[in-house]
């Protein structure tokens, strides 16, 4: 589904991803982990279209198309999803009607009819379930005043709309106190589906212990420099990332 | 090189004066002629006309066409506001009332509406000698004098005491610019007495491919526990340029509420001051300009406080795209006697071009020491991280845009309390922002 070959990217001049290659297939949920400037936030930033962000080497295929090449729109209604780390605030724009309009401008895209008024407000019923959301935080404008946990609530909320077929949780666990975190993977876990694929990307363990992720990466210095199931996320909760920074010098050493 | 032509309205001002032989309209517009001999166009030495330069619109002559009477029933239609079948509609034409085309439909025992020339034959005689020009003392400028010299068929509204109006008040000003330039000087008194609640809205159109130059002043007056809505839409061609004057003065305690929507024109010069004359006074003004093209709007506001206790809130926001360009000067004064003034004022705007200007500046002057005021302006661009946030929803780079813009001016659209009007206002944003 999602082919990434050998990125390099800079942001104002400074390289910050430096060749990475990750294959993610349908119904698969891979986890990238790493320290802070690793370069994660980067890849999250790219893969949704950030203009700010060179690629200065490397593609992205998503489902066979020069990902690249489209605007951030574009792959969107692609079927690509990115929950922001720190999702904004829009005063003014109520967040049904965004909703609504993101779901009709996708439907047109792919050639379908808009949603009529009562298929959406039944989609939003059963989805709001789904990730036990308030109903009073849809009247009001997007992210506007929310706490940190009611707007990575918001982001899942609108990925329940999307239905993307690629989803990236960039630090979506980041802020969220336990119960917070709970219903936040909750609804993730009730979003996965063999049809659809997840990147997460995180500081923490803690997130991955709800959702069990097939693969784990460890992004330092803007590569991967470790795959591995999740019992590669426990071994580095319990040594830190020092342990990998330490064999990756040895081997450059090499 | 044009240069700037003000003879001719010597001859237009005699002609007038020789053939109206009422007294009280007659002297004070032999003062406003001697004072805009005196002072002559606003130049652009004058501060407060610097970044507005209306004397270039008089390097032409202009028609001040008395009688002739060529706008039609089917010109007006086309100009109608939703909501009009319920609405007192006073029609002008090239700044003169036309009692025969307007319709009031409220009851004389709510409120009368009469020419002026008529109205200080009438018992409110004394009233109107009272009130009328007092905005004077506040603007000094020839183009304030240049109205007051050719004061001649204004109209006057007076609202009875205990009368909240059922029926809204719309104006229109229609400005007939086939065959010449046109200026128009529309003047009108308005009064709304104790306990009264009278809504205006002022809709401008002028029709021909003549430049027009709508020079007008309002003077409102509100008494004690009466309520003054305004609104003024201007959405006029581009070669249609005007400067408004709207005097509020609130001799006992009451309160207004005011939304100036600039969406189109050449030249725009709004003057919005508001008198506080007795304590406990309290006023909102608000105001929206999405300018494009060459339009220039220039938003003057003026808050007075002369008394203590009293409270004011102005709103203005912008969306300026092209070469348009703004001006936004809030005037506050806070006098000796104005202890506890609240008074607070706002400016934002939204440049979406390189080529777009706006200047503002807020003005506070205050005489008192125990006061509560502030003001703040910002200009700036859309937000990018909120526009990358709706399109990595599938929303078009477009559509986000207008979404953004939408959201920006319906802080001021909202406040807007004539629901008609409003919807009216929302449609024409909508349809402007979605062209982008």
Known sequence: MLSIKNIHASVEGKQILNGINLEVKAGEVHAIMGPNGSGKSTLASILAGREDYEVTEGSVFFEGNDMLELSPEDRAREGLFLAFQYPVEIPGVSTTNFIKTALNEKRKYNGQEPLDAVSFLKMMKQKMQLVEIDKSLLTRSINEGFSGGEKKRNEIFQMAMLEPKLAILDETDSGLDIDALRIVANGVNKLRNENRAIIVITHYQRLLDYLQPDFVHVLVNGRIVRSGTKELALELEEKGYDFLKDELSLAEAL | ?436
């Not at chain 2, 309002?218 to 709207?246: L, P, R």
């Not at chain 2, 929303?395 to 939408?406: D, H, N, P, R, Y």
Request: glycine content about 4%.
């Open chain 2, 1 to 436: 090189m044009d240069t700037i032509k003000t003879d001719y309205l010597k001859d237009k001002f005699n002609e007038l004066q020789s053939s109206s032989a009422d007294d009280v309209l007659s002297n004070i517009r032999e003062e406003g002629f001697k004072n805009f001999n005196k002072v002559g166009l606003p130049a652009p030495h004058n501060e407060e006309w610097r970044l507005t330069g209306i004397s270039n619109l008089f390097k032409k002559e202009y028609h001040l066409s008395e009688l002739e009477n060529t706008i039609t029933i089917a010109d007006i239609d086309t100009a109608r506001l939703p909501g009009y079948e319920n609405a007192n509609e006073l029609i002008f034409i090239n700044g003169k009332f036309i009692p025969e085309l307007s319709t009031i439909r409220s009851s004389e025992n709510d409120c009368i509406v009469l020419p002026l020339e008529e109205a200080i034959k009438t018992e409110y005689k004394n009233l109107i000698d009272e009130h009328l020009n007092k905005s004077y003392r506040f603007i000094k400028d020839g183009i304030h004098a240049l109205n007051t010299s050719f004061m001649h068929g204004g109209v006057f509204i007076y609202i009875n005491k205990n009368k909240v109006l059922q029926h809204p008040f719309y104006l229109y000003h229609f400005a007939d610019a086939r065959n010449n330039h046109l200026l128009s000087q529309p003047r009108s008194l308005v009064y709304i007495d104790e306990n009264a609640k009278g809504q205006l809205t002022e809709y401008y159109t002028t029709i021909g491919a003549m430049d027009s130059f709508t020079n007008e002043v309002m003077e409102i007056v509100v008494n004690t526990n009466a309520i003054a809505e305004y609104y003024k839409i201007q959405n006029d061609v581009a070669n249609a340029s005007q400067v408004t004057t709207t005097h509020i003065r609130q001799i006992g305690k009451s309160y207004t509420h005011a939304v100036t929507v600039s969406l189109n024109g050449g030249m725009i010069r709004n003057n919005m001051n508001v008198i506080m004359e007795k304590e406990g006074n309290e006023a909102h003004l608000y105001g929206l300009y999405l300018l494009k093209r060459k339009t220039h709007v220039d938003n003057h506001t003026l808050v007075d406080n002369t008394k203590p206790n009293c409270f004011s809130n102005e709103f203005y926001k912008g969306i300026l795209d092209d070469n348009a360009s703004g001006v936004f000067n809030g005037k506050i004064f806070v006098r000796q006697d104005a202890q506890k003034t609240n008074a607070y004022q706002s400016n934002k705007n939204i440049l979406l071009s390189d080529d777009a200007t706006i200047n503002t500046k807020p003005q506070l002057e205050i005489f008192a020491d125990d006061v509560k005021c502030s003001h703040g302006c910002t200009i700036g661009q859309l937000d990018e991280e909120a526009l990358f946030y709706l399109r990595t929803r599938g929303i078009s780079k477009e559509l986000a845009q207008s979404m953004l813009l939408e959201a920006f001016a319906e802080d001021i659209v909202m406040q807007i309390k004539h629901e008609p009007l409003r919807k009216y206002v929302e449609e024409l944003i909508v349809e402007r922002l979605s062209i982008n």
